[in-house]
């Protein structure tokens, strides 16, 4: 399960590029209203059930939701998302109180979540450890893309002065992206096999670790933590990584997971552990005696109160660690309090060889 992130004033069908009608390989009409249905045709005795559900549509395929940012105030919201976990993990059940019910088994299926920032304020526990993030516009020149939008909007309105027989570029990457995947699907996939060398098993569980840690969360009720935190253990992470790992190398037609294949998962569990705890992690990994609550906001341009909130439920977590250090200023004054990574997430860091800028 993929999550594509985009900044606002970037289409859905650019973020969405597989939106094309593809019956074989996708499912693009997934809506709000969920995927099962207890419908019934005709009354009382002569009542039957009828399976109008989504999900035969959406077993053997991948299903884009092209507009993610509207399951923020769906009302039924928790009821879409376990719908989706139960459905990707190939075992889900659906009874309604018209005696009607529905068991589905074996599925198949994967989904490409499109939105943008925004989704981001949903609490984590809503889309399970599932889902992978990738940023698909980061910092790099943005002008490529404004250039694209001004003669996309002048080939729309003067289209009728244009060749008829001659394709836009968007049709014409999506037939590309097509040809691709039907390639990979009938010439390489069958004979495809893939090796995960032990040094890259241990990377790939070393980045699940880590993104389990920076996702995490401390339940608070008035300021006060109910329950003693802890990390969940990054297994689901790892198993979603594992497999984006060997369909890269399937995509890019290599015997075994690489270099290549690495660097582009370092990307995807950067974006998906993207929070603030993250950005405080990679900070201390770079200084490794430690930073000041000023020093780390300063540094990551936050503000001071912010930063002592998370750090203080990084702490729970154990995270970091926080030492004194004794007031030398020559002055009367508190001694200044130093947030230091912990020792087993810096070696999980290391081990994962993410980047620390």
Known sequence: MVALYRPPGIGQDYNCGMSFRCP????????????????????????????????????????????????????NRDKILAELRDLYDGTSRAEYRNLVSHDYDALRMTFVLCATDEIRSL?????GERFLDCE???????????????NNTCNAVLGYLQDKETEDRQTTLKRASLGFIIHLKENVLPSARVEVPPEVKGKIEAMGQVVSYCRAQVKRERGEVQYRPRIELGTRLTAQLTKLAICLAITFEK??????????????????????????????????AGLSAKQIALSLSLGKTTVERYTQDMIELQMIGRTERPNRSGVRGRNLHIFTLSKTLRKLWLKAGLKTK
């Open 24 to 75: 074989g390989l996708c499912f693009s009409r997934f809506n709000n209203n969920g995927a099962y249905s207890g419908y019934t045709e005709g009354r009382g005795k002569k009542a039957r059930a009828i399976d109008a559900s989504l999900v035969k549509k959406m077993n053997m395929k991948t299903t884009f939701i092209k507009d993610g940012d509207t399951l923020l105030n769906a009302q």
């Open 123 to 127: 609490n984590r526990t809503h889309l």
């Open 255 to 288: 015997k075994k997971v690489d270099a290549e294949c690495l660097r582009l998962l370092r990307k995807i569990a950067i974006d998906t552990a993207f929070g603030f705890q993250f950005e405080i992690v990679r900070l201390l990994v770079r200084h490794k």
């Open 136 to 150: 698909i516009l980061g910092d790099e020149d943005q002008t490529p893309y404004l250039d694209a939008a001004f």
